[in-house]
Nanobody
């Protein structure tokens, strides 16, 4: 099983940017497709972005398309989430997730078998 540790969260004003990082250890990173999810207080965990194992293909939730970019640097066992033009509704705990099985469905959190502890992102008005 791979271990995941997120970092880079914080407080930012609306319109600002943050870059989240997720460092993986204990597994063969390139074997894992990676995802980012978020959970706002009192709400379910929802899909944000997904990167295939190679990093050549990415998928995004409609709410973040054009603002967020997922990327991975396999040589450093790290996946990133660049978040631009942040809005107050982006406020949530952001989780990194990994899976080593292929599924057509990339936005279901139940299909990921490894999770980080999360990092808080707060966007003020």
């Amino acid at each position: 099983q791979v271990q995941l540790v997120e970092s880079g969260g914080g407080l930012v004003q609306a319109g600002g940017s943050l870059r989240l990082s997720c460092a993986a250890s204990g597994g063969t990173f390139i074997s894992y497709a990676m995802g980012w999810f978020r959970q706002a207080p009192g709400k379910e965990r929802v899909f944000v972005a997904h990167s295939t194992r190679s990093g050549f293909i990415a998928y995004y939730a409609d709410s973040v398309k054009g603002r967020f970019t997922i990327s991975r640097y396999n040589a450093k066992n790290t996946v990133y989430l660049q978040m631009n033009s942040l809005k107050p509704e982006d406020t949530a705990i952001y989780y990194c997730a990994a899976r080593d099985y292929y599924y057509n469905n990339y936005d279901d959190p139940q299909l990921y078998n490894n999770w980080g502890q999360g990092t808080q992102v707060t966007v003020s008005d």
